[in-house]
């Protein structure tokens, strides 16, 4: 085969892979199988289609992220009431000029 049928083949072959169904939502991985890999179109769309899709804005980092809750914190200890008054107090009771009224 001449070098330009190879071109045309292989570019045949990158665009059945980044064309396919499958590699919507799985745009980098289809990338590194179509240029990376020496895969036929048939075998990288088997590939892409275990993969997970980018549903969450930011990849799949961000999708894996958001898929895993976030815990609740709080700034300390169990008591859920506290005020922002009594917040202030504490802080405030750490500063050395601080004078505790009786």
Wanted: hydrophobic content about 35%; aromatic content about 4%.
């Amino acid at each position: 085969m001449s070098v330009q049928g190879n071109n045309r083949t292989t570019r045949a072959r990158c665009k059945a892979i980044l064309d396919s169904e499958e590699a919507k939502g799985r745009e980098a991985q289809a990338r590194t199988l179509a240029f990376d890999t020496d895969l036929t179109p048939e075998q990288a769309i088997s590939v892409l289609k275990t993969g997970t899709k980018a549903t969450v804005a930011g990849g799949v980092f961000a999708a894996a992220m958001a898929a895993g809750g976030n815990p609740k914190v709080g700034g300390g200890g169990d008591n859920e009431s506290d005020t922002d008054e009594n917040a202030a107090k504490r802080i405030v009771s750490f500063h050395p000029n601080f004078k505790r009224s009786a």
